[in-house]
């Protein structure tokens, strides 16, 4: 019986360190810091104008931890530039302590407050937004 030769499999060859193969996009690679939050809305979202002319819509999200007496409060601040339409108005709709579930991309920037002293803020901007629960008595808009 004839001994057939194996393949030898050809040696993996690297991309030059500058270059970052990617099979699913044909984009530059971006990096991007996410953020999920579960929390309760601080009050109902507002719509506020940019200098640019759109619109954004702002509001808070407060997530608690530890033990019951002595609970801590984060509170973090959104910005979502959702178009006009259905999706806006149903965020604007949100009321004060509605449980939601936030992804968001987050980045931190630098200033110089009145006094003159530096400060450091985290800034998250809303890609997706799901409501897990409604405060008690709340009102639900039906839709015809």
């Known amino acids: ?11 993996l060859t690297s991309a030059p360190s500058h270059t970052i193969l990617r099979a699913f996009s044909s984009t530059p690679c971006a990096m991007v810091a996410k953020i999920s939050i579960v929390g309760r809305l601080a009050a109902e979202p507002e719509l506020q ?23 801590q409060t ?15 108005d149903y965020l604007l709709g949100l009321q004060k302590g509605t449980l939601v579930y936030v992804d968001g991309e987050a980045s931190m920037r630098t200033f110089e407050d009145k006094e003159g002293q530096t400060r450091s803020a985290l800034n998250i901007v809303q890609r997706s937004l799901e409501v897990l629960k409604r405060p008690e008595g ?4 039906e839709t015809a």
Not at 49 to 71: C, F, I, L, Q
Not at 79 to 87: H, I, K, L, V
């Open 138 to 141: 709340a009102r639900v808009e």
């Open 1 to 11: 019986m004839a001994a057939r030769a194996l393949a030898r499999p050809r040696p």
């Open 49 to 71: 104008p940019t200098a640019s002319g759109n619109d954004v819509v702002k509001y808070a999200v407060g997530t608690s931890y530890g033990p019951r007496d002595n609970r």
């Open 74 to 88: 984060s509170w973090f601040r959104v910005a979502s530039f959702e178009a006009e339409g259905p999706r806006r």
